[in-house]
C-alpha cells in the first residue's frame, strides 16, 4: 500500500498550498503525519492527527498557519498551509503511524510517502 501525497507547487510568500496525503483504507484506524525536509538536513516533524481526527499537534513554527485534517470517507489527509514563508520551502512528506495517537517522532511512523516539493519564493 502506498502513500501518495500531492499538492505541492510554488507560491510567493503569505500564499497557501493544499497538500494532500491518500493513504489507503489499511491507514484508517492509523495516526497521519506530515514533515519535511530540505537539502542536507534531517527530516522534521511538521503536524499529526489521530486515528479519528480528535487530536491534532504541531511543530511551534507552523502552529497557527498549518492545518491538518482528514477525510476517513476518503482515506486522505489534508496539510492546509497559510501565510507560507520562504523558510517553508521544502519536501513534505507524509506518514502513517504505528498505532492511533499523533506523534512527533519520526520513529513513529511506519509507512512513508514519495515528498511533494513545496517552494515559496519572495
Known amino acids: 500500500v502506498q502513500l501518495q501525497a500531492s499538492g505541492g507547487g510554488t507560491v510567493q510568500t503569505g500564499g497557501s498550498l493544499r497538500l494532500s496525503c491518500a493513504a489507503g483504507?489499511?491507514?484508517?484506524?492509523?495516526?497521519m503525519g506530515w514533515f519535511r525536509q530540505t537539502p542536507g538536513k534531517d527530516r522534521d516533524f511538521v503536524a499529526a492527527?489521530?486515528?479519528?481526527?480528535?487530536?491534532?499537534t504541531y511543530t511551534d513554527s507552523v502552529k497557527g498557519r498549518f492545518t491538518i485534517s482528514r477525510d476517513r470517507s476518503k482515506n486522505t489527509v489534508y496539510l492546509q498551509m497559510d501565510s507560507l514563508k520562504p523558510e517553508d520551502t521544502a519536501v513534505y512528506y507524509c506518514?502513517?503511524?504505528?498505532?492511533?495517537?499523533?506523534?512527533?517522532?519520526?520513529?513513529?511512523?511506519?509507512?512513508w510517502g514519495q515528498g511533494t516539493l513545496v517552494t515559496v519564493s519572495g
Open positions: 492527527i489521530n486515528w479519528n481526527g480528535g487530536s491534532t
Open positions: 483504507r489499511i491507514f484508517s484506524n492509523n495516526a
Open positions: 506518514a502513517a503511524g504505528r498505532g492511533n495517537f499523533a506523534s512527533s517522532r519520526a520513529e513513529s511512523y511506519v509507512k
